[in-house]
């Protein structure tokens, strides 16, 4: 069946402005995740839902990062006022059940000049 | 705080040969899962393997296995009869039923 998704696969943007990342989990995945790679570096957990709900949102860096996943299925990660700091592969993440394997998608490369 | 400690940047192995990873991690957890993630060139991260704490037999995929230590807390992968294809980033991982926690990886290569 149809993997993870994230679109889009590669974003540039200027610093200051205003971006929005997608994530389309496996169908009947109930919890989705999202993390950060920087260059060089593993992952970094940023929040993860359980159906709408945000369970742990303690990665999220500061209040210009902000993610919903209004139906318990796709998510979208935004972000405001963007910094040269913020780019980085964004990866999602959904399982079925916390727990379980986590499948990913093929990441969004962020750029921001 | 959990910590996944990854003390081997960059690896390599001759195809066809033996090479093992090295992982060790910090939690006052008692249940918890650890996991090996491989990462190609193309992103995509694909799990290797995955251990439960509670099992005290290693895991094993094919050619992929696991030395799982509970009380040293080391998580070591071993690879056997390497394959080109298995040139990658190697992350391992550490979860307590909620959020992954990566280490900083070892990147490998298969020489022919």
């Known amino acids: 069946g149809a993997g993870v998704s994230q679109t889009p696969s590669n974003k540039v943007t200027e610093k200051g402005k205003y971006v929005e990342l997608r994530c389309d989990p496996i169908s009947g995945h109930t919890a989705l995740y999202w993390y950060r790679q920087s260059l060089g570096q593993g992952p970094e957990f940023l929040i993860y839902?359980?159906?709408?709900?945000?369970?742990?949102d303690s990665g999220l860096p500061n209040d210009r990062f902000f993610a919903v996943r209004p139906e318990g299925s796709v998510s979208t990660l935004k972000i405001q006022r963007t910094e040269r700091g913020d780019s980085a592969v964004y990866l999602c993440?959904?399982?079925f059940g916390t727990g379980t394997e986590q499948y990913f998608g093929p990441g969004t490369r962020l750029t921001v000049t | 705080a959990q910590t996944v400690t990854q003390s081997q940047p960059e690896m390599s192995v001759q195809e066809a040969e033996t090479v093992t990873l090295s992982c060790t991690y910090d939690?006052?957890?008692?249940?918890?899962?650890l996991f090996w993630y491989k990462q190609p060139p193309s992103r995509q991260m694909i799990l290797v393997i995955r251990q439960e704490a509670y099992k005290q037999q290693n895991a094993t995929e094919n050619r992929f296995s696991v030395n799982f230590q509970k009380a040293a807390k080391s998580f070591s992968l071993k690879i056997s009869d390497s394959q080109l294809g298995d040139t990658a980033m190697y992350f391992c991982?550490?979860?307590?039923?909620?959020?992954?926690?990566w280490g900083l990886g070892t990147s490998l290569a298969v020489n022919p």
């Open positions: 839902f359980q159906g709408t709900g945000a369970a742990d």
């Open positions: 991982a550490f979860s307590n039923n909620r959020k992954l926690i």
């Open positions: 939690t006052s957890e008692s249940n918890y899962y």
């Open positions: 993440a959904s399982s």
